[in-house]
Structure formats: structure tokens, C-alpha cells
């Protein structure tokens, strides 16, 4: 899957490929120079399917896929690769369009023309009236709730899609387009003889979208102490509601983790911040961002690395210390708790630290303590480590 470009600027639906962008490409698989990952898949995921063979000829025009049936009776489908596992509410209210042709029209079967499905192996189906000649035609499919009918789970062992079932609320498009897995294509048309199908330009076609910030920069950083800051900045925002936080552990689910309002409709300047006070592993962070009608728009993903120390570090800085210290603990391990103690070994200060493997930082006051030499040890999943310092009056 590519993205054709609609004014000058190319920007991705589900996020921002680049800061400071104002226009808006579409989706569009037009095998122009391979099969883009497309296959296809039985109507049941159990049942065979030909395969799809990529011909740079022949399409409408340039490259394109097509199948030849192994046998009567079987019902088959195009089915999308990964490039279109994505995130595509930016394109609610669009279309859905795309090329077919076959090499024989008789004896139609009536089956469900599209198929979306969700990551959860739900689905949504839509059916119209549409089939192909022998000459290349367009099929245009509304990307609104409109005509489709949610089916619940596919599975291997689940009731196939079969267009019964409840018809599609707003929220249920929206979920599905949130989190597609897979886009099947009705690729069998006559069932009782052997054909030939044909599958051209697959692509979402709409009116741009009008974006409603204007990146300048979106980055994040490791705090220690397992905190993440968050930092963006945008040139202009047009109805900017408020942006959502997302974060995730594999780039392909996210969880909201906050909010932050955003400043309307400016021409200015504006810098915006995050705390993520839960970054124990490495992740990954995005923006929604919606306006007053709730369009959504995303920002570019960052991905976060937690900075971990190669050897463990303890120490006490300033040493010698007055009122106010710093006690830094770097640990490639877990570390459990810090005790602070005289040079006898008598406790005076425990803390217990939910501390995974990185940086931890926390001030000491020791404007209370006699001048002298103490002991700070931290407890780990390998042992102790301490270090010595001076409080001197």
C-alpha cells in the first residue's frame, strides 16, 4: 500500500509522517509493481483459495492481481497484507473503491462484497448488488455505518459471515476503522463454473481533510524514577478540542493515558507537556487529537527506550552534604528499597522504591543529622550495594 497524493504534501490518515504538513494523501493499492501483499482466503477460515498472482499488465491500467478457481463450489476472497493493518477513522465518511473484472458471468452466487476485520476477529460486512463484467468496473463502498452489518467473531470456529446479523451503529464503524486487521474483497462470482477475477486499485477516496494542528516538533524522553516526558509543539491549531495521550507496548494497540487541552483556533506558537509516570518498559507514544465536531487527527508515534545503565551506580551528590542531598541510583536490575544508616549499622530511613531496571533519583534531607559519615544501601534482585557519604555542619 502506497499513499496518492491529493495536493503537494503527502501526510498518512492514522498518523503524520512528517512535522509541519498541511495536505492529505490516500490509501490506494494499485499493484503497480507487485501484489502488495494482497492473497486470498476462503469465505470460512478453514476453506482453500486459489492464491493471488501478481502481472505488471493488464490492470487498469499497469500492474494488478487476479485468481483462477481450483474448483466449483468454492467462494473466495481477496484478502489485504499488513500495509493495511492501520488505523483509518480519518477516513470515516469516505469511500471505499475499487477495480474488478472476470472472464465469465454465469451463474452468479449472492455473498458479501466486503468484508472489514477488526484485531479483536470481529467483523463488519456489505453486501450491494454489484457484479463484475468482463470489462473493468468500479465498485464504491461508504465508509460510514451505513449498509453494513456487524457479525460478531470470525473464527475458525465461529459461524462464517453470512449478512445476518445487526446492522452497524456509528460506534461500531468507528471501532472497526480504530483497529482494522484485514480488508477482504469479494474475488468468486459464479459458482458452479471455473472463472477468472481480476482485482485493480484499491483505495479510499475522499475530499481532503482539513488537519486541525500543525506539528512543529512531538518527542519524548526518559525522566528516570520510571516517569516519561512528553513534548510537542504546533504552529497553528484550527478547533482544537484536546489531545488524548496514547501510549503502547507493540506499536499496534494503544491505551489512552491522559489528556491535555489544546488552544482552539490559533495562528501562534504553543508548546504542550506530558508526565507518563508508568514507563517501566520501553514503549511507544502518540496523539489523538479532536477537534469540536471530534474529527480525529494523530500524530507521528515515537518510540521511548529506557535508559539502563551497563554497571549499577549509587552515590550522593553533593558529598559533603549540608541540608539537602541527592541520592542517584542507576541499577540494571530491580531495585527493591533504600535504607539510609549510621556507620554502626542503626537504621534511620527506609523507603521502599518500585524501581524497574534504569535511573531513580530522590533528595535527602540530612539538615537534621550530627556531622559524620553515613551509609546508604539499596536492596536488589542480586544483592546490596552501598556507598558512603559526609554530612558536615
Known amino acids: ?24 494523501g490516500q490509501p490506494v493499492s494499485d499493484f503497480s509493481a507487485s501484489a502488495e501483499s494482497w492473497g486470498t482466503v476462503g469465505k470460512c477460515p478453514s476453506e482453500s483459495s486459489p492464491g493471488a498472482t501478481w502481472s505488471a499488465t493488464g490492470g487498469n491500467p499497469g500492474g494488478m492481481i487476479y ?6 463450489g468454492i467462494v473466495y476472497w481477496n484478502g489485504s497484507g499488513s500495509e493495511w493493518k492501520a488505523d483509518l477513522t ?17 451463474f452468479g452466487v449472492s455473498e458479501y462484497d466486503i468484508l472489514l476485520v477488526r484485531g479483536d476477529d470481529h467483523v463488519l460486512s456489505y453486501n450491494t448488488p454489484y457484479t463484475p463484467g468482463l470489462s473493468w468496473s468500479t465498485n464504491v463502498i461508504p465508509l460510514s455505518e451505513t449498509g453494513w452489518i456487524y457479525e460478531g467473531l470470525f473464527t475458525s470456529d465461529a459461524t462464517c459471515p453470512n449478512l445476518v446479523g445487526t446492522a452497524a451503529t456509528y460506534a461500531d464503524m468507528i471501532s472497526f476503522l480504530a483497529d482494522i486487521k484485514r480488508i477482504r474483497i469479494r474475488a468468486e462470482f459464479a459458482g458452479l ?9 484499491v483505495e479510499i477516496i475522499c475530499d481532503p481533510i482539513p488537519l486541525a494542528v500543525e506539528f512543529t516538533q512531538f518527542n519524548a524522553y526518559d525522566l528516570g524514577n520510571g516517569k516519561a516526558q512528553l513534548d510537542w509543539s504546533t504552529a497553528s491549531e484550527s478547533e482544537n478540542k484536546y489531545f488524548q495521550v496514547e501510549k503502547s507496548l507493540d506499536g499496534e494497540l494503544f ?8 488552544n482552539g483556533t490559533t495562528n501562534y506558537p504553543n508548546d504542550y507537556g506530558f508526565t507518563d509516570n508508568t514507563f517501566t518498559q520501553n514503549a511507544y507514544y502518540r496523539l489523538r487529537m479532536f477537534n469540536y465536531d471530534n474529527v480525529v ?10 535508559q539502563t545503565p551497563a554497571v549499577a551506580t549509587l ?10 542531598a541527592q541520592l542517584m541510583i542507576g541499577e540494571p536490575g530491580v531495585v527493591y528499597q533504600w535504607e539510609l544508616m549510621d556507620l554502626s549499622g542503626n537504621r534511620i530511613y527506609s523507603a521502599p522504591i518500585d524501581m524497574y531496571p534504569g535511573w531513580y533519583a530522590t533528595q535527602l534531607d540530612v539538615s537534621e543529622l550530627s556531622t559524620g559519615m553515613y551509609i546508604v544501601r539499596i536492596s536488589t534482585d542480586h544483592g546490596f550495594m552501598i556507598t558512603r557519604f559526609q554530612v558536615v555542619r
Open 1 to 24: 500500500m502506497h499513499y496518492r497524493l491529493i495536493y503537494n504534501k503527502l501526510v498518512l490518515g492514522f498518523a503524520l509522517s512528517a512535522l509541519s504538513l498541511a495536505a492529505f
Open 67 to 72: 485468481e483462477t478457481d481450483e474448483a466449483t
Open 90 to 106: 480519518a477516513y470515516y465518511g469516505c469511500n471505499f473503491s475499487y477495480d474488478q473484472k472476470t472472464d465469465n458471468i454465469a
Open 193 to 201: 463454473v471455473y472463472e477468472t477475477n481480476y482485482l485493480d486499485n
Open 255 to 262: 491505551d489512552s493515558i491522559g489528556a491535555v487541552y489544546g
Open 297 to 306: 487527527q494523530f500524530s507521528n508515534t515515537v518510540y521511548l527506550t529506557r
Open 315 to 324: 552515590r550522593v551528590d553533593p558529598n559533603p552534604a549540608t541540608d539537602l
